[in-house]
């Protein structure tokens, strides 16, 4: 007889868990709160317009590719992905504006124009940042962290030098650029990894073999396309998915979970993967004695940012924007020290604007423009209508100085979305967007355990616990809980 696990959440990670769970032949149950899967990623429309909800940017194929194949797919199978090229555009306070192109040979020459004789740092950096992230890969972000020891073998150890664990990003790009435009663009990656470039480990400027090497890709139709395509695939495993059920409780036998309460349901369940808010499921849904860590702790945290978003509906087309668009137009060490040091809402924001009818028309009507813009800022901030209608007149007008056009009379629909919806729609810790950074001191078994101590049937995935924040290592963290169900549940069974 099949053992039931229950999946909470039908983001990336517990998307990837349940097909992963369903393939190795659990019987799979995911419930999910709202009536579309997706988390972070869902979709909504609005005459003729298509927003994505949250993630915008493709980057690390490679971590979707190697996952479809597990099920004998591939990402070809259910949408079309492009290139896009360039990968995004820059402007700065003086009025340049720099398109970083796809190809290699162009990135050097790039480099080049404002840094003579950084095309070559660019290669050096660009091969440290390839080791990096084949050696991250391949011996780290597939392990569950569980303990130091994990990492105690000699390739590993050997290659501990070499990855600059204890160095920072900022100050390895500054050892090999001076050029302030060319150092804000290898320090950008990071921002999707929830820390200062200072407090980053120099480890993850593999983030910028990603970006560089690898390539900022689109999939046609929209980021929720590869939710269809991961639902589509669980599905096809036999998991079965209940929307709309929002989980209230547990009942529990000694240390085990037996059931799982929802508002409308209650099932019967071996083992359970938490892919929904790690702090929520841990702080108010388990009773006391089950809790993994105090309140304390969770409040000692370093959140990655919060957003506030806008979903804009324009009714012309718009010149001088591409897909994605950063505003390095202000001073990002200002921004940032409003974000990490003392966080506030700030006062002069770089921001970032995602325009995908450019690439994908299928996502406007005709004739029209999609607009998603993104302001990074502190989590836990109060946020009301009124600065939401401030900042929007802020970034709106600087969009229009530096296109060189009107934009706000021309928009017809607009949404605007921040910490209070992502407490409201995801439990989110402090209405955080991201989870948890990637400091040295939040990484591997350092993050918050993916395996429960209290629990002896409770694993956690998601943006909270191992690998980290982001959607290829949200996908990873589902594979990795999933394996790790498996070797409890069935310990004669042989992974792959």
């Known amino acids: 007889m099949k053992k039931k696990v229950t999946v909470l959440g039908a983001g990336f990670s517990g998307l990837s868990a349940a097909a992963s769970l369903a393939r190795d032949g659990m019987e799979v149950h995911v419930l999910e709160r709202h009536h579309q899967a997706g988390g972070r990623a869902r979709q909504f429309d609005h005459e003729g317009f298509v927003f994505d909800m949250g993630p915008s940017w493709y ?72 080791y990096k992230y084949e050696t991250g890969m391949r011996d780290f972000v597939y392990k569950p962290s569980h303990s130091i020891m994990e990492f105690a073998d000699l390739r590993i150890l050997g290659a501990m030098f070499r990855l600059q664990m ?6 390895e790009v500054r050892q090999l650029f001076t050029h302030p435009k060319l150092i804000q663009i290898l320090e950008f990656p990071v921002l999707f990894l929830g820390a200062k470039p200072e407090k980053t480990p ?22 929720h396309k590869i939710v ?28 085990n979970m037996t059931r799982v309460q929802t508002t409308g349901e209650t099932y019967a369940t071996d083992a359970v993967v938490n892919a929904m808010d790690y702090h929520h499921l841990d702080q108010q849904l388990l009773p006391g004695q089950f809790r993994e860590y105090t309140a304390a702790y969770w409040d000692k945290r370093v959140m990655a940012p919060s957003s ?14 591409t897909h994605h668009n950063l505003f390095f137009d202000a001073d990002f060490g200002a921004h940032a020290a409003e974000i990490y040091d003392h ?14 009818s450019v690439t994908d028309p299928s996502v406007a009507p005709e004739g029209q423009e999609n607009l998603f813009i993104l302001i990074p800022v502190a989590p836990g901030l109060e946020d009301t209508p009124e600065l939401h209608d401030q900042y929007y007149d802020l970034v709106m007008e600087r969009l229009e100085q530096r296109t060189g056009q009107d934009v706000r009379s021309h928009v017809i629909y607009k949404r605007s979305y921040a910490h209070r919806d992502f407490q409201k729609d995801y439990h989110a810790f402090k209405g955080n967007a991201y989870g948890l950074a990637n400091t040295l001191f939040q990484t591997a078994f350092l993050k918050p355990r993916m395996k ?30 999933a394996r790790e169900v498996i070797r409890t549940l069935t310990p004669e069974f042989r992974h792959t």
């Open 202 to 223: 120099a480890l993850y400027s593999m983030m910028n073999y990603a970006d560089l090497v690898l390539g900022t890709w689109y999939p046609m139709g929209g980021m």
């Open 308 to 321: 506030l978003l806008y979903y804009i509906g324009v009714d012309k087309k718009l010149t001088g924007l």
């Open 166 to 171: 204890f160095s920072s990003l900022s100050r």
């Open 452 to 481: 429960s101590r209290k629990v002896d049937n409770l694993w956690h995935a998601g943006q909270l616990t191992v690998p980290g924040p982001g959607v290829p290592p949200s996908l990873i963290s589902g594979q990795v809980a």
């Open 343 to 356: 966080p506030s809402w700030p006062r002069e924001p770089l921001f970032y604007v995602c325009c995908p």
């Open 59 to 130: 980057w690390m194929p490679d971590v979707f590719e190697a996952y479809f194949a597990r099920f004998g797919h591939q990402a070809s199978d259910y949408y079309d992905l492009k290139r896009l090229d360039p990968s995004y555009q820059v402007f700065f306070a003086d009025g340049d504006v720099i398109q970083v192109p796809a190809s290699g040979e162009e990135q050097i020459e790039l480099f080049e124009r404002y840094e003579p004789g950084s095309g070559r740092a660019l290669r050096k950096f660009l091969s440290d940042s390839q």
């Open 228 to 255: 269809e395509a991961m639902t589509a695939v669980a599905e096809e495993q036999g998991v079965q998915f209940h929307l709309g059920q929002e989980v209230t409780g547990f009942e529990f036998s000694g240390r």
